[in-house]
């Protein structure tokens, strides 16, 4: 049974460009959420998507969007990169509420 | 402001010995998740509480829901290098949103 998986799982881009990056949820869950972990802190929510709709959002610019396709695999676009965007983005999928997440070894995006 | 702070920040003990770490806030929870997450890995669940006093074990790690539910404490026994890692709670109040905490760094050391 494949837990979520995210790819790539490294990336180096250049300030200013965009990034892509791709999240596959656990079977049988809907539910997919992203995060930013910077070095040594805990993850910071980023957006969840449910039914290919944006459900709920955290304290990040528009810079970052997402998208829930209907096999309920998602996306995370990262436009006009800044250095401070580097950090581990980590993709996690639920189908129950109240109840843990299970996530993927994420995504390390370097920016230089 | 951190919603939730836990305690100590970084830790570093020998094989064999006891540990206790803390997740505190001001706010109510309806239930609580521990999560462990080793490098170059995401977080791995180890336990959801939900009710207010609640124990639960699993292994050598012990998980503790305070009475008012505004904080938790995971205790570890005998603690062993395969313990080490990134320790962290977070919280869902239920508007689908997990709100992770400072988290501790533990290090074992063989």
């Known amino acids: 049974d494949a837990g979520v998986t995210q790819s790539p799982t490294h990336l180096i881009k250049t300030r200013g460009q965009q990034v892509t990056l791709r999240c596959s949820p656990k079977s049988g869950h809907d539910t997919v959420s992203w995060y930013q972990q910077a070095l040594g802190q805990g993850p910071q929510f980023i957006f969840q998507?449910?039914?290919?709709?944006?459900?709920q959002r955290g304290n990040f610019p528009d810079r970052f969007s997402g998208h829930q396709f209907p096999n309920y695999s998602s996306e995370l676009n990262v436009n006009a990169l800044l250095l401070g965007d580097s950090a581990l983005y980590l993709c996690?999928?639920?189908?129950?509420?109240?109840?843990?997440?299970?996530f993927g070894s994420g995504t390390r995006l370097t920016v230089v | 402001t951190q919603l939730l702070e836990q305690s100590p920040q970084f830790l570093s003990i020998q094989e064999g010995e006891n540990l206790t770490v803390y997740c505190n806030s001001s706010s109510v929870f309806s239930s609580l998740q521990w999560y462990r997450q080793e490098p170059g890995e995401g977080p791995v669940l180890l336990v959801t509480v939900v009710t207010g006093g609640e124990v639960k074990k699993l292994k050598r790690l012990t998980f503790q829901f305070g009475d008012a539910r505004k904080d938790s404490s995971l205790h570890i026994t005998a603690a062993q290098p395969g313990d080490t890692g990134l320790y962290l709670c977070?919280?869902?109040?239920?508007?689908?949103?997990?709100?992770f905490g400072t988290g501790t760094r533990l290090t074992i050391i063989p």
């Open positions: 977070a919280v869902n109040f239920g508007n689908e949103k997990l709100t």
């Open positions: 998507y449910y039914e290919e709709e944006e459900r």
């Open positions: 996690a999928s639920s189908g129950e509420k109240n109840y843990g997440y299970t």
